[in-house]
């Protein structure tokens, strides 16, 4: 059994802690520990009353999430709670770290609870696609309240300690938590007072009742936050139960029947696949665990444009010193000014104090010369996209950093290999490619040079930690994992315009398909200019997927930020209108290049668009470019809007089938006669074996890396 429950008594008070480390999940041996000794504390006569803690930095950190979908041993943890509930003894639960999910339930079903200043209390079983399961959505409502426990249900979030308090959830709190917890139970159970159970408590239940408003709200708050997702709406049901129905237990029984449909549901195994997926992407498989990692006590970025800016904040938000460079010193004022707004927007929003504010702008720094940057521990490259720009950075940082700092490139696909080695210190140069807002997007794409160093990997990947990002590794490819993908992708999105379909169409079947944004949406906001103007400095002609976009160019339309696209907009909002007056343009060029015009149905625009996205999944893993199919999960999810209910693309394929998956592509590949379709090697093999995709195959088994010299493909990242 995993886990176990230690029993000590101070001054008649049976103190039971809660010991699983690191962070006291509710395994197996927990859950009996905790029922063997509330039994032992009330068949002891000599007992007055019971604290319930945990071991360590956390009180009990949730379920353990490694039981899920297989079959729960020994004790339940709703035996447990009834146990803890109905004990004749005051229980008091003495909060002292993290309470979250189940942890935060079991507290709930003590008579009392005191948490310590920093602890932190939440149910966030919405994130795994869940609700709480154990009384939780009953017996929260009715401390804080059904309007704030939706809120906190719903969005998942840490609540800290003053806050719980505020709302109910806690009575107290303390410094010195399991001491004063036994002191207090000592008085309650001195006291004749009846030890309070929080399912008893009706009053704000009876209070909201016929109040739709709330209900409404949480509905709303769900369709805006939680797009497509089955977990929420089950999580209203309970708590609209909680209102409506007299007796605790019929609640209880309605979360329980609603919890097993949650469970039961594959969105449950694709957010618990991205769960898990996070935590593997992290770990570099032929990088030791062991591997020592370099101290970072300063940054240095060059650049302090859209990126540049952003990546300072994330440095600054996770306490890290962080010098800015720029050659143009207009450019570098606008910046700083860019990142103070952002602190300030927070401050007005109530998310920072000004003195927080004042703190962590203080850590920013910035000036025009180089010298300032030599004693940093990283520097990261933020200026143009162009290769020789980056060159005669690169040898200047070489000739001024310390020697034994990281040089990062956020190059969006630049061979850092070409960059890596105008140093004298190629191990220790690496590509770490952020998402724009940098200081907002989690994703962060660690790319691995041919001789990058495992101690340069592992520090990136433990800084990645630090700035809270998902760090994910890819090897130096074009357009590494991500953007490799989005080339087909939104190729194929032009091609379903240039055979039929038009932009709103596309984006509206994609967008139900669960994505943040259509591609066309999409390609208004990045701007229809950029690849436009880099043909025309070429003198290369349009690409057929091209054709369309550099035709409304001609035009004047750039998307957003002229106002017009593949949409129009009006001044000041990112809304976008249809625009009839472009399908004249896309009649012509079809015409123009032996298309007919037909109706295309929803199913084959997402059938088509995510294919793409698969089978290039597919040939980056089978590569070796990523390291395994969920990492390239990781990096849809967090960096293009992919449903995370969906688990990823490499999951959705899996989910689907991969026979099924080759067949489809198969038929794609007959009636457009597009390579994009035609089914990855690693794909059909795994498919006759009825295998799914997993890790990426043994170095000798890989395929040949696509390289940078393939020009026409890079040039298109
Ligand atoms: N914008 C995005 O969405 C995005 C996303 C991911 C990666 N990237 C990559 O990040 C990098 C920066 O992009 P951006 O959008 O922030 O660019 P930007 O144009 O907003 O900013 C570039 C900054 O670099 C400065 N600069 C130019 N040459 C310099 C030099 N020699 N020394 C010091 N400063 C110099 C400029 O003055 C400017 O302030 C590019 O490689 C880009 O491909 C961009």
Same mark, same amino acid.
């Given at each position: ?217 949480? *509905? ?66 032929? $990088? ?216 709103? *169409? ?48 001609? *035009? ?70 990523? *390291? ?84 026409? $493909?890079?040039?298109?990242?």
């Amino acid at each position: 059994m995993k886990g176990t429950v230690l029993y000590d008594v101070k001054d008649n008070v049976a103190v039971l802690t809660v010991d699983n480390p690191p962070v006291n999940p509710l395994s197996d041996g927990v859950r009996t520990g905790l029922y063997e000794c509330v039994t032992k504390a009330e068949e002891d006569d000599s007992i007055k009353g019971i604290v319930v803690t945990g071991n360590g930095r956390a009180f009990i950190a949730g379920a353990d999430i490694s039981e899920f979908g297989g079959n729960v041993e020994g004790i339940s943890l709703n035996e447990v709670f009834n146990k803890l509930e109905h004990c004749s003894k005051p229980v008091v639960a003495a909060i002292n770290g993290i309470a979250l999910g189940g942890g935060l339930e079991t507290a709930l079903c003590c008579n009392y609870r005191i948490a310590a200043n920093t602890a932190f209390v939440g149910l966030p079983e919405v994130n795994l696609g869940l609700l709480p399961g154990g009384g939780g959505t009953q017996r929260l409502p009715r401390l804080a309240g059904p309007s704030e426990a939706l809120k906190m249900m719903l969005t998942g979030g840490h609540i800290p300690a003053k806050k719980a308090l505020d709302m109910g959830i806690v009575d107290s709190i303390s410094e010195n938590v399991v001491e004063d917890s036994i002191k207090f139970a000592i008085e309650k159970a001195e006291s004749s007072e009846q030890h309070p159970k929080v399912r008893d408590l009706n009053e704000k239940m009876i209070e909201a009742r016929g109040n739709d408003k709330i209900l409404l709200e949480a *509905q709303a708050m769900a369709a805006k936050g939680r797009k497509g997702q089955f977990a929420p709406g089950q999580i209203i049901k309970c708590v609209e139960a909680a209102i409506n129905l007299d007796d605790f237990d019929e609640g209880l029984k309605k979360e329980g029947e609603l919890f097993l449909e949650c469970l039961l549901h594959p969105q449950r195994e694709a957010m618990i696949h991205i769960f898990f997926g996070e935590r593997a992407a992290s770990k570099i498989s032929d $990088v030791p665990k062991d591997t020592p990692v370099k101290e970072i006590k300063k940054a240095g970025i060059i650049g302090s444009g859209t990126m540049g800016g952003g990546i300072a904040m994330c440095f600054a938000n996770a306490g890290i010193p962080v010098h800015i460079i720029d050659q143009d010193e207009e450019n570098l004022k606008r910046g700083v000014s860019v990142i103070e707004k952002n602190y300030d927007f927070m401050v007005g929003k109530g998310r920072l104090t000004s003195e927080q504010k004042d703190a962590v702008f203080g850590l920013v720094t910035s000036s025009l010369e180089y010298e300032d940057i030599s004693d940093c521990d990283i520097v990261i490259e933020a200026v143009y996209e162009n290769l020789e720009l980056k060159h005669e950075i690169f040898k200047t940082l070489d000739s001024v950093v310390k020697p034994e700092a990281i040089l990062a490139s956020n190059t969006s696909g630049l061979d850092i290999d070409s960059i890596a080695a105008v140093t004298k210190r190629p191990e220790l140069v690496v590509g770490t490619h952020f998402f724009s807002p940098a200081n907002i997007m989690r994703l962060l794409e660690v790319v691995r040079g041919e001789v990058t160093s495992d101690e340069t990997l592992a520090t990136v990947m433990a800084v990645g930690k630090k700035l809270k990002k998902a760090a994910v590794v890819s090897l130096n490819a074009p357009g590494f994992i991500g953007n490799r993908m989005l080339f087909g992708y939104t190729a194929q999105a032009n091609m379903l315009l240039l055979e039929g379909a038009l932009p709103h *169409q596309i984006d509206q079947a994609l967008e139900s398909f669960g994505l943040n944004m259509g591609p066309f949406r999409m390609m208004d906001l990045v701007g229809l200019d950029l690849g436009w103007r880099a043909r025309k400095l070429s003198g290369k002609e349009s690409p057929l997927h091209a054709k369309i976009g550099d035709e409304l160019c001609e *035009q004047n339309r750039y998307g957003q930020k002229n106002g017009a696209g593949y949409y129009n907009y009006t001044e000041g909002s990112r809304a976008p209108n249809a625009a009839p007056e472009n399908e004249e343009l896309y009649e012509r060029i079809s015409q123009e290049n032996g298309f007919t015009r037909r109706e295309i149905s929803d199913e084959e625009i997402v059938d088509r668009c995510i294919l793409a996205l698969i089978n290039e999944g597919a040939n980056i893993l089978s590569e070796g470019v990523a *390291q395994r199919a969920v990492d390239i999960d990781v990096v849809y999810i967090n960096g293009y809007g992919f449903p995370i209910w969906r688990g990823g693309p490499m999951h959705h394929a899996n989910a689907m089938g991969l026979d099924v998956v080759v067949e489809k592509l198969n038929k794609y590949k007959e009636l457009t006669g597009n390579d994009v379709y035609k089914p990855s090697e690693l794909l059909v093999s795994l498919a006759e074996n009825n295998l799914k995709m997993g890790d990426a195959p043994a170095k000798a088994d890989r395929k040949e890396k696509l390289g940078f010299e393939m020009s026409s $493909v890079a040039n298109n990242f």
